[in-house]
């Protein structure tokens, strides 16, 4: 069976790199039939930040990532927080000791520092002497038996190399000489990432690793790891970087970096995970805009690129104004819903005729991009509008050159003159233009004449649409109460 899982480090919240992770594993894990983990690495105690673990639940709920196994979802493979697995680790730790692929070393952070110190001075790789390799295994336990503090570290093989296949980049070589022997269980007693990370994959029955290219340096060191238990690996797929439009690299620490930042910028959960999906992969077509569900029968390993990924917000954008017109289309609900905390602050008597309110955001999709706002766009269809307001007095002042109030008067008697059931945009505009025509005035000026009084806004939909969708008598209500106000 695929198993899958997304092993953050709780020193920080979900970020958009560790989105894509989760992504990746899941849309794979989900294609096959297979189970998606989410497991919490922790075993660096000095990195927590309080909150972080439960942010990343938060940011994968919100997104619609599906935990099949993890801290709040039980299953057979337990626990799936590292502190809570201390007593694995340390025996399999000791159990590498014993048959020769670890030993136990003595040096303290003062000669290690000093080591670092002299090496970087002579311009050589920063790495382990090996000085403990030397002590015989009574020799160790009779000193910790003492009370000496110790590490377990990885016996390196001296000679060759090691390679690694990866599913995206094929087979990748390490020397074996340039690879530290790298301490697995701290004198804490908590293991380091690398022995902690091989022995959950392995026990909890991992199949494939899809995570960061910044992990591909120690994928070395964890194939010795697995060859040292006598295990098969599981598929290793290293994604590329991250980078923003200028080419730096996407930083934990820039705002837009954080899942949080785009949930509350106002960008819907599927469209960050559409979005997320292209970040270094693609399905082989010109589409771009795909659902939960289409992306996990579109997802395919071998369409995984190798170059780095580009995020880019207005792209994003795009992506969402794509999702409206979809809801448009075939769930206008879900559109509803998602305006409804910011119209029922600020327009709640949209909500009175849900037809037309539904109307209303279709005819106003391409002015949509995020609900916080949607107040802003649709609120004239239902509140007259304020002809005071600074945009509405800019309009008015490039309304010059003819008659406005006889112009108001005629409009007004054009739409008293036409019948309900025949008030449409086409019959209004055909009116129109007859009616420019006999007054000599610029149909456009006629058409933006027609926004100011109805709308106050300069932009928006097509103004007789408008006109259509608000009706007789809210047209003639309007210019009732603009002719007044003269």
């Given amino acids: 069976m695929i198993r899958t899982r997304f092993a953050p480090s709780p020193t920080g919240f979900l970020h958009l790199g560790g989105l894509r992770t989760a992504l990746f594993n899941y849309l794979f894990s989900k294609k096959h039939g297979g189970r998606f983990l989410l497991r919490i690495e922790d075993t660096d105690q000095t990195r927590l930040v309080p909150g972080a673990v439960e942010n990343i639940e938060k940011g994968l709920k919100w997104t619609g990532i599906d935990i099949d196994e993890g801290p709040h979802h039980p299953g057979s493979f337990g626990p799936y927080v590292q502190s809570e697995r201390l007593r694995i680790y340390q025996e399999h730790a000791h159990g590498l000791v014993d048959n020769g692929h670890a030993y136990y070393c003595f040096c303290t952070s003062e000669r290690l520092e000093l080591l670092k110190h002299n090496q970087s001075k002579a311009g050589v790789q920063s790495m382990y002497d090996r000085r403990c390799a030397s002590v015989a295994t009574p020799e160790a336990r009779a000193r910790i038996a003492d009370g000496q503090k110790y590490t377990v570290r990885v016996k390196v093989p001296t000679g060759g190399s090691t390679c690694v296949q990866d599913v995206l980049r094929g087979s990748v070589s390490f020397d074996n000489k340039v690879i530290d022997d790298a301490v697995l269980l701290k004198s804490d007693g908590f293991p380091t990432y690398h022995l902690a990370s091989v022995v959950d994959d392995h026990l909890m029955r991992i199949s494939h690793?899809?995570?960061?290219?910044?992990?591909?340096?120690?994928?070395?060191?964890?194939?010795?790891?697995?060859?040292?238990?006598?295990?098969?690996?599981?598929?290793?797929?290293?994604?590329?970087?991250?980078?923003?439009?200028?080419?730096?690299?996407?930083?934990?620490?820039?705002?837009?970096?954080?899942?949080?930042?785009?949930?509350?910028?106002?960008?819907?959960?599927?469209?960050?995970?559409?979005?997320?999906?292209?970040?270094?992969?693609?399905?082989?077509?010109?589409?771009?805009?795909?659902?939960?569900?289409?992306?996990?029968?579109?997802?395919?390993?071998?369409?995984?690129?190798?170059?780095?990924?580009?995020?880019?917000?207005?792209?994003?954008?795009?992506?969402?104004?794509?999702?409206?017109?979809?809801?448009?289309?075939?769930?206008?609900?879900?559109?509803?819903?998602?305006?409804?905390?910011?119209?029922?602050?600020?327009?709640?008597?949209?909500?009175?005729?849900?037809?037309?309110?539904?109307?209303?955001?279709?005819?106003?999709?391409?002015?949509?991009?995020?609900?916080?706002?949607?107040?802003?766009?649709?609120?004239?269809?239902?509140?007259?509008?304020?002809?005071?307001?600074?945009?509405?007095?800019?309009?008015?002042?490039?309304?010059?050159?003819?008659?406005?109030?006889?112009?108001?008067?005629?409009?007004?008697?054009?739409?008293?003159?036409?019948?309900e059931d025949s008030f449409t945009s086409a019959i209004i505009s055909k009116s129109l233009k007859e009616l420019t025509k006999k007054e000599n005035i610029p149909y456009k000026s006629a058409m933006l004449h027609l926004r100011y009084a109805l709308t106050g806004s300069r932009a928006g939909a097509n103004v007789l649409d408008i006109v259509e969708l608000l009706g007789k008598q809210k047209c003639i209500r309007r210019f009732e109460s603009l002719i007044a106000s003269m």
């Fill in 209 to 419: 690793i899809i995570r960061g290219e910044e992990w591909l340096p120690s994928a070395g060191k964890h194939q010795i790891i697995y060859d040292a238990f006598g295990w098969s690996p599981p598929q290793f797929v290293h994604l590329p970087l991250l980078l923003n439009p200028d080419g730096s690299k996407l930083s934990k620490r820039q705002g837009h970096s954080s899942v949080d930042f785009y949930e509350k910028e106002g960008f819907f959960p599927e469209s960050v995970l559409n979005f997320v999906s292209f970040l270094g992969w693609n399905p082989g077509t010109d589409r771009e805009i795909f659902s939960k569900q289409e992306l996990i029968d579109a997802f395919d390993l071998e369409r995984l690129n190798k170059s780095a990924a580009i995020v880019d917000i207005e792209k994003l954008k795009w992506i969402q104004q794509q999702h409206i017109r979809r809801m448009c289309d075939d769930n206008m609900d879900r559109l509803v819903e998602l305006a409804r905390p910011t119209l029922e602050a600020a327009v709640p008597a949209c909500f009175d005729d849900m037809a037309y309110l539904k109307k209303v955001l279709f005819l106003c999709r391409e002015r949509l991009l995020f609900m916080k706002d949607s107040d802003k766009v649709v609120q004239f269809f239902f509140d007259d509008p304020l002809l005071t307001s600074e945009e509405a007095t800019g309009l008015r002042k490039d309304l010059a050159g003819y008659d406005f109030r006889m112009f108001s008067q005629s409009c007004l008697a054009l739409f008293s003159a036409v019948p």
